[in-house]
């Protein structure tokens, strides 16, 4: 059994951690920290864990975390790489779910989440989570900084057109790279379990609207997943909205196919490049997924489009924020980084309706 | 294995069964019967279950039910008694999830559902599923009447104070038997997968209502169970609401309390009563149980209150409809029906946010 | 004109005042205070209001107050009897939609609101605000304590049953005074536009819930009313549930109908009492009231049912909780304190879907 | 008082014209017409308008239309082409809201709506109901046919900068007109009040989905709207999508902008081009509009925004779009052809929360 510990348990994605873990073969929990809990048991706060779950939040200074085996950060931004060099000198891996470790430029880390990067040579070493990019890296990793929720869209939907190998067959970009579009819209759990106005049921039901739109933090971190895949400069538009509803994302991600790649068949090139993978599921030609269709698992369920009357390829995704998002794509980066089958703990079957 | 058949496939107590069954260790689909959809991919209508359930629906009349353990059915009321006799004669079992084997008067049957009972013999050997109450019987049972949603939250709320050996000890009834009240309030997955304006989005969301006012089909199932276990007549007003969510039942039941029943402890009453119930949580007092604390599970939560300033017993039950309240209740009863640890495939943690 | 001011226009209920009031034909808007967002324009805030709100909010401490014929309080309890005696002796008459002049015992006040009551003298005068009782009180009022969101409901819901004249004409109560029960369900907007993790969309949609079980603010406020329409004690349950939407409350009440009255034409009894009421609408029998019904306007519907199979009384009312549950029945009251008809800019339809 | 008739008024922009019209001061209401439910009180099936609308719905054979200044068509489509003669030969003005009279070619209209376009004189003489494009010959028409819902927000977040007058002085095109982009989410009330699976609430709410991806009856009208102001041919891909919420669309709008226009000042382009539009609303630089900020009104809201890191144009439209996206458009338009104030009826604040 894996010695594992979460460090913040009381947001969305702790919970969900939780939710995953507690049914998980092989994973034993060993601690879960809250300053401001600490002593309450967590399926007081949780009633859906009454049963399942009998740790009690603990002070994050007294928790036994340099006796697990790999440590989760549910935390705000900051966290994790002020606690990471200790817990990896007493041989903890990490997964950081915030931001830490993601971008690879602190100077762009410091511009996008005002703070300074307190750790770049753990960052030096720390591995992007996305397993259908990074498999055998994150294998090998000891810290992994997970994805964001909308990045783990945009770039699943976004990567076979921007593979170098298709390009190459092509004999050129099969879409502009200047004037790509990520059209986002998320659930509300997005925004976390935070007392805010904004995010009010009062506020936030029966309406619709964007958010962010001068720049949203997760922008820079396409834009590396993206330039890294395909190895030269894109532009990128990326606009998140918010949808009354509690988890899901669909993006819907516009792209200018070159001349060149017009006639190309993009429905046999997605399916090729997901083939193998056991969380992405490329819909049959003319699918319109819906968010519920992977409500509270694992998968991405992403159709390929060509809308009539335009050069344009449009790609559809859907993904839970929560699962796929965040918790469940950590629980697959745990899964791959111990050496366990990759869908351990992650076989519920979406919940539909 | 056992070999599971389902009549009904299309609507969410259906697609709910594949769900769990889907999941459960001890099962084998064999067939899903849809007149309508024969041919169809079941994953093709639920892309939830892609990659899951690889069966297309079948039509009934071809489809190998009589080859199955057991054959649930999912359908609209009337369908059941139609083809029991000869599945029995087959050897399968049945567990019904619509009303053909829940009323023991025919009489009360054709005035509530407006159509003659078929099907007297079997339903007179017919059990009702509910196994806090009927547990041994249904280990025995070739034919399961399951409880109707409501019904089932109503009783297990009430059971505790109508216990005959409670009322024994205390020297009489512990609550007035005239003057039960259960003002309860369901999910919009409640009225099914019709087509129907009442339950259009834009009709009931952001909306709340009360319907069948005058009299709703499950009264006199829940006053039958209520009678069964008190051993005399109860009189109780039943009043269903809409909630604009999608699954979930709340029930808030209140009872007058008798005068020598006023110092009694209630709360030690409930958690003595159903200590031994896998699925039967009672909270501590005090507690307010919230719907989405059971989403997606088979657990029933309890909470026990006096208010203030009255005589009142109020009992607050929260179940999902889909699960405790329809799917999942009829795998617990088949897993006691073929002697298999009551909670198999039924284990899943509620969804929650 | 009647020159208006609002002091604390940042919450439901203030811009709720702000969308009827700026209607009005016979208002002029004078003031906005909002002690933290002084000199922003309401219409930044709130956009709704873009073209038809010019004003920005005023410092409390400078906000021309004194020059008002009237001013709503719109703020936490407290604040209006803190500021009462000064605009009294101003000449300014006020209408507070907070807690602060409705209790008539400071002692209840002091226990349920947990403050002491810094203006006993001014509580003496203060007129409550429920036309369908006190009109005439509340045209020579010079200070209003408006009836809370709930309490509006279940009193109107009450009325006819607790009507002296009624009893006396039937010899003798029509209900049981000691088992009266209210089961109230209430949209988002009722917990007020303030930061908390309870009323988050990821929180409270998709979810149902009962709250304040032990004792709600609400409890002693219907007592208070109830108690004096008919004379004498009664005893009451009151259980509030959040529903996800928005607006809108749905007042589930129970009363056991003595022997003397089960014969009585409640329906009639109901439209005879609400006959005159330019707010009060009486459904025809049978009717199941929704609060979309009312939504955004200050109508309450009030339906009379008697539950087959059982000796009670079943009225259904809908109101919204921030017009006639608040802000719509300050306005009605303000008309009737000037002399204005009483529906005047009251008479929007409701906004269905 | 202009005498009014209603053809088809049981679905939401029936329902929304009669709350609309009842509160007008120049509208008499003479007829409402329901092959269905004729017979019934309106107030019966829509219990919001008790106390407002006397009228029952009346067969259409029997409806006295043809004493009408103006008849409306509520219906589905091919219902008004079928009246449209008799009814202007008795010098009865029309106001279809359906698309019997938006697309200029019967060949169009008989591809996307599946029937043959039984009255092309009428159509010929058609006017295409969009104020802010076609005031002058709405002023004169004898037959209007409305925009449908997406695509008054599409042409009028896309109209300044379609504007020949401005490309002129540009020296050319502000953006490339062969890859405009709709990205559009609307509520589900604008499905219609039609029972279907896919919009029940237990189907539609928290989720989210596009629809019609392969082409939407939309595109061809927008592209028309789109190619008239232009004067030459546009490529745009439109791709709808369900949000769970009553009412309201956003449309995100993408252009890519010409190297010629990549200084130009946008916002002050629209902000002239609308300057004297009674209910377009360009809000300050920087806005992130929302839904409810026009729910229940006849506005519309705009913002322009430059996405960071791409030469787009990003243009952000919120309707109603049972008002101006349907009856209110309608009501808009009746004030033109009356001379009336444009805004008579159409003075309510929007609804927020």
Not at 220 to 231: D, H, K, S
Not at 235 to 251: C, D, E, N, Q, W
Not at 290 to 316: C, G, K, Q, Y
Request: charged share 20%; net charge neutral; proline share 8%.
């Amino acid at each position: 059994m894996i010695k594992v510990g979460i460090v913040g348990g009381t947001g969305y994605t702790g919970v969900e951690l939780l939710r995953l873990l507690s049914q998980h073969p092989h994973v034993e929990l060993v601690a879960i920290t809250s300053r401001k809990e600490s002593g309450m048991p967590v399926a007081e706060m949780f009633p859906s864990l009454r049963g399942r779950v009998d740790l009690a939040f603990t002070d994050p200074a007294s928790a036994p975390l340099a006796k697990c085996d790999v440590v989760f950060f549910a935390t705000p931004h900051g966290v994790a790489m002020a606690q990471a060099p200790e817990l990896l000198a007493a041989g903890v891996r990490l997964i950081d779910l915030a931001a830490d470790f993601r971008l690879k430029s602190t100077a762009e880390f410091e511009r996008w989440y005002k703070m300074p990067h307190s750790c770049p040579e753990v960052l030096a070493e720390a591995v992007y989570g996305l397993p259908e990019v990074n498999r055998e890296a994150i294998r090998r990793a000891r810290v992994i900084g997970l994805p964001g929720c909308y990045p783990t869209s945009v770039q699943l939907g976004f990567l076979p057109v921007l593979d170098p190998e298709a390009a190459r067959v092509a004999g050129g970009d099969l879409v502009e790279l200047d004037s790509l579009i990520a059209d986002c819209k998320s659930g509300a759990s997005g925004a976390g379990r935070k007392a805010e106005v904004g995010t009010l049921l009062a506020e936030a039901s029966d309406n619709f609207r964007a958010y962010s739109v001068a720049g949203h933090r997760h922008l820079p971190e396409i834009r590396q997943g993206l330039e890294a895949v395909v190895g030269k400069p894109v532009k990128l538009a990326f606009t998140p909205h918010l949808v009354p509803m509690i988890r899901g994302i669909f993006s819907t991600l516009y792209a200018r196919i070159t001349p060149r790649a017009r006639e190309l068949d993009f429905q046999a090139l997605y399916e090729r490049r997901f083939a193998a993978e056991p969380f992405v599921d490329v819909m049959p030609a003319g699918s319109a997924p819906e968010t519920r269709s992977v409500r509270a698992s694992n998968f991405v369920r992403i159709a390929v489009h060509r809308p009539p009357d335009s050069d344009l390829l449009m790609v559809l995704v859907v993904e839970d924020n929560l699962v796929k998002g965040a918790s469940g794509q950590g629980v697959q980066v745990m899964n791959l980084m111990f050496g366990l089958p990759e869908d351990a703990g992650l076989t519920q079957v979406p919940i539909l309706p």
